[in-house]
């Protein structure tokens, strides 16, 4: 399993951990489809399963169930500002048939 963490989401999840006191637990990152072929997303801090598959990036330790695996795998999870003052997470993701990639 392959998961790219931007520099920019890669800060805001060590500051999240920090702010709620989640230093040390990984980021869980879960993905289920949607009927029209869309893929949602969740994320929150959690300790590590058995079962579960887990990726370092950027110093940020992500770890996924089996159930999320096959949808999450080649995403990138970045952090911009899509309005001005409002920035939030966004997954540039190959595996759901609404992703445009972005242009340079």
């Known amino acids: ?11 805001q999840i060590r500051a999240a951990a920090k702010q709620s006191g989640t230093e040390g637990m ?3 990152v ?4 949607q009927q029209d072929g869309s893929i949602e997303y969740a994320m929150g801090f959690d300790d590590e399963q058995d079962t579960d ?3 370092d990036a950027l ?10 695996i ?24 190959p595996n ?4 445009i990639p972005p242009t340079e």
């Open 53 to 55: 598959s887990q990726v």
């Open 1 to 11: 399993m392959k998961i790219k963490v931007t520099e920019a989401a890669a800060g």
């Open 96 to 99: 759901d048939p609404h992703y």
């Open 59 to 68: 110093g940020v330790s992500i770890v996924v169930a089996p159930t999320s």
């Open 70 to 93: 096959a949808l999450v795998d080649g995403m990138t999870v970045d952090f911009v500002e899509l309005q001005s003052g409002q920035s939030e997470f966004i997954f540039l993701n």
């Open 30 to 33: 879960a993905a289920k489809r």
């Open 26 to 28: 990984a980021l869980r």
